[in-house]
């Protein structure tokens, strides 16, 4: 279950609030007259989030080639590796 907090509180103990988060690294979802109004996470979930989000975009675009005939044969670990960091370089 996501922990809640009310946006009041994050205005009083704001250090407390981003120790906690970053701490236990798990989403604190702020609250605001009984409706969830948004969402804090430690720099360790986002950077988690940005990677998952990057290779989804990667895999989107390797199926969009794939449906284009625009795929390659690697027969070699050393072509797979060569792939991979032609990937990244891309993915920057």
Same mark, same amino acid.
């Given at each position: 279950?996501?922990n809640t907090?009310s946006?009041?509180?994050?205005q009083?103990?704001y250090?407390k609030?981003f120790q906690?988060v970053n701490? @236990?690294?798990k989403?604190?979802?702020?609250?605001?007259n009984? &409706?969830?109004?948004?969402?804090?996470?430690s720099?360790? #979930?986002? %950077?988690?989030l940005?990677e998952?989000?990057r290779?989804?975009l990667? @895999?989107k675009k390797?199926l969009q080639e794939?449906?284009?005939? &625009?795929t390659?044969?690697?027969?070699?670990?050393d072509? #797979?590796? %060569?792939?991979f960091?032609e990937i990244?370089?891309?993915?920057?």
């Amino acid at each position: 279950m996501l922990n809640t907090i009310s946006a009041k509180q994050i205005q009083r103990e704001y250090k407390k609030v981003f120790q906690q988060v970053n701490k @236990e690294n798990k989403p604190v979802i702020v609250i605001t007259n009984n &409706k969830p109004v948004g969402a804090l996470i430690s720099m360790d #979930l986002l %950077d988690k989030l940005e990677e998952n989000l990057r290779l989804e975009l990667l @895999e989107k675009k390797a199926l969009q080639e794939y449906k284009k005939g &625009k795929t390659q044969t690697i027969s070699t670990a050393d072509e #797979l590796q %060569d792939f991979f960091v032609e990937i990244r370089k891309s993915a920057e």
